[in-house]
């Protein structure tokens, strides 16, 4: 396990350029996140009918979107009125949302940056994989709810590692902690969150709702049986059922069709907010 500052360092110089090779977003990866940020935004509201709206009613409403990546969804929510803030570990993506949204981004690790936020101040802290690159999650949780308004909410959105995938695909490098349903729900306990929401537990990604609830961790007792889920999930994992599945599914050719179609639709748009805008115009609270 890399310590906690060779982390740090790794994700400010060198972990957008190790995945995508680039240190700014092209405007096809920018409409890519606004649509994600669009539907988790949705989900949010169809899933536990939150009255967002009565958030608004006090001007200092905050969100806080953790690993904001070139702030799409900070954008989105700057637009519906809360006072939204990011923080963003990667130099390069902090930069660009900064100068071409100009956004509200605490630029640094988020142990450095979380403490520059007062306490019981954010009505919605969303962590959208972020959660899996953390060394020490119940530190990190315990922080995000010392911010936490008592009547806030913590959106979190992890990878499902039971999912279906290749056998090489599950495990990455920039991954320490790897989660299913249970064992997310186990984590929020210990950190003094109840979830009040879920997804389910076959998603290829997990999403939680979450609310601070005192005494929960005080009481907090792990089950003692475990079926070892990661491994029997990994071996599960067989070329010859996985590449059938794909092509029953015709996964690659959606996935080209997909790609083609991002390129064309971004290289409609002059720059990142004028497609931001676009993307976001029918976006309304639920």
Request: aromatic share 12%; hydrophobic share 35%.
């Amino acid at each position: 396990m890399p310590s906690e500052q060779d982390l740090d360092k790794w994700y400010k110089e060198k972990y957008r350029q190790s995945y995508k090779g680039i240190e700014k977003p092209k405007l096809k990866y920018v409409l890519r996140a606004a649509r994600n940020a669009r539907e988790r935004f949705n989900w949010v509201g169809e899933s536990i009918k939150i009255d967002l709206k009565n958030y608004l009613k006090n001007n200092v409403t905050k969100s806080l979107d953790i690993g904001s990546s070139s702030g799409e969804f900070v954008f989105l929510m700057r637009n519906l009125g809360f006072d939204a803030i990011g923080i963003e570990p990667h130099q390069g993506y902090a930069d660009y949302a900064i100068k071409e949204h100009d956004l509200n981004i605490l630029s640094g690790a988020l142990t450095e940056r979380i403490n520059l936020i007062e306490e019981k101040s954010i009505h919605l802290v969303t962590m959208f994989h972020v959660l899996e690159h953390l060394p020490d999650p119940v530190k990190s949780l315990r922080e995000i709810a010392r911010i936490l308004s008592p009547d806030g909410y913590l959106y979190i959105e992890v990878p499902n590692a039971t999912r279906i995938t290749s056998p090489h695909y599950m495990f990455f490098k920039a991954h320490v902690l790897y989660f299913t349903k249970k064992t997310l729900i186990n984590l929020l306990e210990k950190s003094s969150f109840e979830v009040v929401h879920s997804s389910d537990e076959d998603s290829g990604n997990l999403r939680v709702i979450a609310k601070l609830h005192d005494g929960l961790a005080d009481n907090y007792v792990l089950e003692t049986a475990h079926k070892h889920d990661l491994i029997s999930a990994q071996a599960k994992r067989k070329w010859l059922p996985y590449l059938f599945k794909q092509m029953i599914e015709n996964k690659f050719f959606i996935r080209m069709q997909k790609k083609f179609e991002e390129k064309n639709t971004a290289a409609r748009y002059n720059n990142g907010p004028d497609l931001l805008v676009d993307v976001y115009k029918d976006v309304n609270f639920p």
